[in-house]
C-alpha cells in the first residue's frame, strides 16, 4: 500500500453492537457542520456567528427567555444546572436508578455543591407522594433543604413520564418553591415521541434548568444547558467558567446542534432510533426465557436473560448487563443502528432460546 494512503489510526474493536448510543459515530450532516465552520477564522469563547445563530435557535425552541450554555459532556450540564439552582446546604431530590445518582461518580456532590435525595422509582419515574413525603424540616439548620426536583426524561429504563405526569410534578414543585430540573441526554426522543414542542415540555410548564443531550443524539460531542428561570441566568456564565466548561472554540458545538435542528434532523434521528428499538422488542418478546422488562418508549430495550447466554450473545453483539444480580439487560439503538442488525440479534437469540429448549426436554 502507499505509504501516503495508508491509514495511520487502526480501529480495533469496533464492531457494531447495542452498547450504548454514545458508541455510535457522528450523523454524516454534524460531521459536514464541523467542516464547514473549521474554515478560518472566528472570535472564541462563544462570541462567534455560529454560536449566536445556535443561542437564537434555542430561543425559538424554548422561548424568547431561554439562555444557552454549550459545555463539553452530560456530566458538567447536570453539575452545572445544579450548582445554579442549589447552595452548599441544598438538596435535591431525583431516582434512585437515575444517572445524577448512579453515573457521575459523585460530581454533583462535589462540584454541584448540593446533596442528592434519591426516592424509589416506578418504571424509573419519581412518584409524586414520594415527593411530598420528602418536603420535611423546612427551616431546621440541622438538614440540607431541599430546593430542587430532578427528573429524567426519557428515564434510565427507557420510559417516559407522561405531559400529565411532568406537569403534576412541576406544578407541585412550584408550589413549595422548588426548582424543576430535567436531565435530558434524550430528550429529543421524549418530544418526538409526545408530539410536544421543546417549549410546551418545558417552558410552558414551569421547568427552571434543562441538560439538553447531543452526543446521544449523533453529535460527536457537547451538550447544552438551557436556562428557562431568568433569575438564574447572571451568575450561570461564571459558574460555566469555574467549572472548566467554557469551550473556546464553542463555534464546534454550536455548529452541530445548527445541524442538529436543520430540516428537523433532531426527528429523523429521534424516530429512528426508537423505531429500531421497538422492531427489537417485537422480534425477542415471548421468546422461551426471554423476559422483556418495563414500556419501550425511548430507543432501549430492557430484557432478562439466562447468564449463561450473555457470552455467547455478546460475541457477536456487545451490549451492557443493567443488573449484575438479576442479569437485566439493556439493549440501545442508535441513529445509526440498521434494520439487518436488529434482525441478526433477534436471530441468534432465537437460536439460543430454541437450543436451550431442546436441552431441557
Known amino acids: 500500500m502507499n505509504p501516503v494512503t495508508k491509514p495511520w489510526i487502526q480501529m480495533k474493536n469496533n464492531k457494531r453492537g447495542f452498547g450504548s448510543d454514545n458508541h455510535s459515530g457522528i450523523h454524516p450532516q454534524i460531521l459536514e457542520a464541523i467542516s464547514f465552520v473549521n474554515e478560518g477564522h472566528a472570535p472564541s469563547y462563544g462570541t462567534d456567528d455560529v454560536s449566536s445563530e445556535a443561542q437564537g435557535l434555542f430561543k425559538q425552541k424554548f422561548g424568547a427567555q431561554a439562555q444557552t450554555l454549550f459545555v463539553f459532556n452530560g456530566t458538567a450540564a447536570n453539575v452545572l444546572a445544579l450548582r445554579l439552582m442549589c447552595d452548599s446546604f441544598h438538596s435535591v431530590l431525583c431516582t434512585d436508578v437515575s444517572h445524577l445518582n448512579n453515573d457521575e461518580c459523585g460530581a454533583p456532590e462535589i462540584l454541584g455543591h448540593c446533596k442528592l435525595v434519591p426516592l424509589p422509582s416506578v418504571n424509573g419515574k419519581l412518584q409524586l407522594a414520594d415527593l411530598k413525603k420528602s418536603v420535611v424540616r423546612r427551616g431546621d439548620q440541622h438538614f440540607s433543604q431541599v430546593r430542587a426536583v430532578s427528573i ?210
Open 152 to 361: 429524567t426524561q426519557p428515564t434510565e429504563l427507557g420510559t417516559l413520564y407522561t405531559y400529565e405526569e411532568l406537569k403534576e410534578i412541576t406544578a407541585w414543585a412550584k408550589s413549595e418553591n422548588l426548582f424543576v430540573h430535567i436531565d435530558g441526554a434524550r430528550f429529543s426522543n421524549a418530544a418526538c415521541l409526545m408530539n410536544k414542542t421543546f417549549r410546551e415540555l418545558t417552558t410552558d410548564i414551569g421547568v427552571d434548568v434543562v441538560s439538553f443531550g447531543g452526543t446521544k443524539n449523533g453529535l460527536l460531542f457537547g451538550e447544552a444547558v438551557v436556562i428557562l428561570n431568568s433569575d438564574l441566568k447572571k451568575k450561570a456564565p461564571y459558574i460555566r467558567k469555574q467549572l472548566g466548561q467554557l469551550p473556546s472554540k464553542s463555534r464546534f458545538i454550536a455548529a452541530q446542534f445548527l445541524a442538529f435542528f436543520r430540516n428537523d434532523l433532531w426527528k429523523d434521528i429521534a424516530s429512528h432510533s426508537m423505531r429500531m428499538a421497538q422492531e427489537l422488542r417485537i422480534r425477542i418478546e415471548g421468546l422461551p426465557q426471554v423476559e422483556v422488562l418495563y414500556s419501550t418508549d425511548s430507543n432501549a430495550v430492557f430484557v432478562k436473560l439466562p447468564q449463561a447466554w450473555i457470552k455467547e450473545l455478546r460475541e457477536n453483539f456487545f451490549f451492557y448487563v443493567w443488573d449484575e444480580h438479576t442479569f437485566e439487560c439493556r439493549i440501545m439503538t442508535s441513529w445509526d443502528t440498521q434494520i439487518e442488525e436488529v434482525h441478526n440479534f433477534s436471530q441468534q437469540l432465537k437460536m439460543i432460546s430454541e437450543k436451550a429448549g431442546e436441552l431441557r426436554l
